[in-house]
């Protein structure tokens, strides 16, 4: 009975429209919870629903940017008229840096200055659980940095109480991941960027250019910081479908006639 009241779920019937499997699976995670309470209160002998698992949804693939938009917002934080250059050399460093190394916004703006070696290019990131990572910092991102700590940083730090942090707002305190996501936003927007994008975003072009460029997945799971390479492997299948765009306009016979 259970398993026909999901299956008619995502059918539907002429009073009811069907469910996509998010829904339906939320509806069969309540059902099922339900059922282990009246179990728990001894209202009943069995539990029914325990062996009816909710319904998979789509795996949703990551969404990225190809390098030309990555560069154009790029450029257009590094080239920011409207934005006092003490917070443009600001913006230019933090973006680079989250695209230059695939960090997440909170480990970006979690970091303090002596984390950071611009000599050697490396990075201590500290990821999800608290675990670490030491990461490669591109030589883009290391100019951008190094301009920031140089003709940036010390004006703001002057404005506040001073911090350790790397990142700053305008006051001299600790840059939010609010701020970061609008330093983001606009840098986007003067770049003519009319899709959606987020911090998340630069991560995830981060992962997809790389296995573009023949990149190991094991590699790439290392510099993310993700715990399983199945978490990983999501990125490969965008780059499965660059691939199969890029047969399907280049081999003469790719195309049926």
């Known amino acids: 009975m259970v398993s026909d009241f999901l299956m008619r779920l995502r059918e539907g019937d002429a009073d009811h429209p069907p469910l996509t499997a998010s829904s339906a699976g939320r509806t069969v995670v309540a059902v099922r919870g339900f059922h282990k309470f009246l179990l728990r209160e001894g209202l009943t002998a069995v539990d029914p629903a325990a062996a009816v698992k909710p319904p998979a949804p789509p795996q949703r693939l990551p969404k990225a940017l190809s390098v030309d938009e990555v560069t154009r917002v790029l450029s257009a934080a590094a080239g920011a008229e409207a934005e006092p250059a003490v917070l443009a050399t600001r913006d230019a460093a933090l973006l680079e840096f989250l695209y230059g ?63 350790p942090a790397l990142f700053l707002n305008a006051r001299g305190g600790r840059l939010s991941r609010q701020s970061a996501w609008t330093v983001l936003r ?30 190991d997945v094991r590699v790439v799971q290392e510099l993310l910081g993700h715990a399983s390479v199945t978490t990983t492997q999501v990125y490969t299948l965008v780059t499965v479908d660059k691939l199969r765009e890029v047969y399907a306009t280049s081999h003469p016979r790719a195309l049926s006639s």
Do not use: M, W
């Open 101 to 163: 190394t695939g960090a997440r916004i909170s480990e970006a703006v979690g970091l303090d200055v002596d984390e950071v070696d611009l000599e050697t290019g490396t990075v201590l990131l500290r990821g999800k659980g608290s675990k670490e990572r030491v990461v490669p910092v591109g030589s883009y991102a290391r100019n951008a940095l190094s301009a920031y700590q140089v003709r940036g940083r010390p004006d703001l730090v002057g404005r506040g109480r001073g911090t």
């Open 186 to 215: 606009r840098a986007a927007e003067r770049a003519g960027i009319a899709k959606e994008i987020s911090p998340h975003t630069l991560r995830h072009s981060f992962a997809t250019h790389l296995l573009d460029g023949g990149a």
